[in-house]
């Protein structure tokens, strides 16, 4: 098929080099952060199948992706492994030219030796892991669903194992309810090849009942970390990278912090993000969505569906972590369980 597309630029000269792909809303853990249990209980109306896009419309809309720049792709959720037959999908979106990292995000408890493997073999390069403390009830009251600490680590080397490397542990940071988990988790983790990558908490969607003084800021948390095992900044592994990266000076590996509230990297997003449903927003914030799966089951052609894609990035003018403390009043944003964090 011809190339019908050019590389794109936002209102601020950002490139579209990042898709993150949500195919399922739901997830089996209830996080404080995400997804409270008093909100999404037995009884909440998640998306019904048939209006969630199919491997087939995923993998079209990433085409064209990929000629407009996307060069990566992150498969998240809700948490993904819930979605069945995920590794047809992988197949599908890794055989798209141009496109050169193909990643998920997942909370590893449906992650086995096996399906590590049969991931790897279908494509799937990488893989990030949430892990918001070692410590069994810290852990067991932030997942709200009496998960084990053990049943995710043994996700962590399985994917190693598997060749999903280097593996990289996602830790929302609440003061407190895990703060005390930072020095053991870098402790943890050092020497392996993982990387922890300590995370703000934000202020995405609004279930989370979100407010500053519940923020630890990224400084303090490297400061934490230094005092006890010395680093030292290391330069960014590509262009748009969010996590700022520290390696130990005793050569034991690195850290990353990811700093949307305190030191907010909105100038450098490359990042779309698309919701299960096909809705495509341009910011981890959004408000709302622009509906590409009416178009897709409209019979709209490649050609209209790239237009669309272009007008959307080629307008985009988001920077709401930059503008947060000019939000007035509060929108209300999309939910971090429909579009991946």
Sequence with gaps: MADISQALLDKFGRPARD????????????????????????????????????????????????????????????????????????????????????????????????????????????????????????????????????RV???????????????????????????????????????????????????????????????VPAAEILDRVNRRWPVIPENPSQPGEVARRYRYRDGHGEIGLIASVTQPFCHSCTRSRLSPDGRLYTCLFGVDGRDLRELLRSGASDAVLSDVIGSIWTARNDRYSADRQAESPPLPKVEMFRIGG
């Design 153 to 215: 680590l043994e996700a962590i080397e399985a994917a190693a194992q598997a060749g999903l490397t280097p593996v990289k542990i996602n830790m929302v940071v609440r003061k407190g309810l895990n703060d005390q988990e930072i020095e053991p988790m870098a402790e943890y983790f050092r020497g392996t090849g993982h990387v922890v990558r300590f995370i703000e908490y934000m202020d995405v969607g609004t279930t989370n009942g979100w407010k500053l003084d519940d923020v």
């Design 19 to 150: 898709l993150r792909i949500s195919v399922t809303d739901r997830c089996n853990f209830r996080c404080v952060y995400c997804m409270p249990k008093e909100i999404y209980g037995t009884d909440f109306p998640f998306l019904p199948r048939r209006e969630l896009l199919t491997f087939e419309e995923i993998t079209r809309l990433a085409t064209l992706f990929s000629r407009h720049g996307v060069k990566k792709l992150r498969l998240t959720g809700g948490e993904p492994l819930i979605r069945r037959d995920l590794d047809t999908l992988i197949q599908q979106l890794a055989a798209i030219p141009g496109i050169c990292d193909l990643a998920m995000t997942t909370n590893g408890s449906l992650l086995t030796r096996d399906r590590a493997q049969q991931l790897r073999a279908a494509g799937l390069n990488r893989i990030t892991v949430s892990l918001d403390a070692l410590n069994e009830s810290v852990f067991q009251q932030m997942n709200d669903v009496s998960f084990p600490v053990s």
